[in-house]
């Protein structure tokens, strides 16, 4: 069964927006890892979250980690045409195997 | 660094012929993953290897596909035969693993576009 379930499954936001997408999973994580895609490219890491961990920041990037409802929500601020991609959350259960993906969220930045 | 490698960029085959699929991590990763990317099923782990060794192939489709990775600068895909519903993207993506753990911030390839005709 799919791990991660990100929401919503597109996003449509005009430049210098906030855009936020948010993923859901089912069982206890080690950590939980935000990944971009842009089209016909391979994925690049953004931010990894641990468990223990209930907020993180990377230039305007902000992710937070909420193990009780299990939801994790990434944050892109002051948003760019440049952000515009496919945004996967992945998640390694406890002994950090069973690197599953969600579907993704497909973000569009409008100039 | 030149990142982890991927050939061939773009493959296109007819049903039932061999499909080799190949990966370089990047050097001093101990940990390499393949991944296929299809519209319908998202991104999927096929394999994962750790120091070279299998660690979870749970995902391997069926027995037509096969994994080595013989040394760790090194792994292979591959299907035979292939069948139309294997054309995807397959993407190889390598990581040095922090602390304890198997898995961590994973380096993707630039994927291997299959079409079987």
């Known amino acids: 069964s799919q791990q991660g379930e990100e929401d919503p499954q597109a996003l449509s936001i005009q430049e210098g927006e906030n855009a936020t997408m948010n993923c859901s999973y089912k069982?206890?994580?080690?950590?939980l890892q935000w990944y971009r895609q842009n089209s016909g490219r391979g994925l690049v890491h953004l931010i990894l979250?641990?468990?223990?961990?209930r907020e993180k920041h990377s230039g305007r990037l902000r992710v937070t980690l909420d193990t009780s409802k299990k939801s994790s929500s990434l944050l892109i601020t002051a948003s760019r045409a440049a952000d515009t991609a496919s945004y996967f959350c992945?998640?390694?259960?406890?002994?950090?195997?069973?690197?599953?993906f969600g579907p993704g969220t497909r973000l569009s930045v409008l100039p | 660094d030149a990142g982890v490698i991927q050939s061939p960029r773009h493959e296109v085959t007819e049903m039932g012929q061999e499909v080799t699929l190949r990966c370089k991590p990047i050097?001093?990763?101990?940990?390499l993953f393949w991944y296929r990317q299809t519209m319908m099923r998202g991104l999927e782990l096929l394999i994962y290897?750790?120091?070279?060794?299998?660690?979870?192939d749970s995902g391997m489709p069926e027995d037509r596909f096969s994994a080595k990775m013989p040394n760790a600068s090194f792994s292979t895909l591959k299907i035979q035969p292939s069948e139309p519903r294997d054309s995807a993207v397959y993407f190889c993506?390598?990581?040095?693993?922090?602390?304890?753990?198997?898995?961590?911030?994973?380096?993707f390839g630039p994927g291997t576009r299959l079409t079987v005709l």
């Open positions: 993506a390598s990581s040095f693993p922090a602390e304890s753990y198997p898995t961590d911030t994973q380096y």
């Open positions: 069982t206890s994580i080690n950590n």
């Open positions: 979250i641990r468990s223990n961990e």
């Open positions: 992945a998640t390694a259960d406890n002994y950090g195997q069973n690197f599953v």
């Open positions: 050097s001093g990763h101990n940990s």
């Open positions: 290897f750790n120091n070279n060794v299998p660690i979870d």
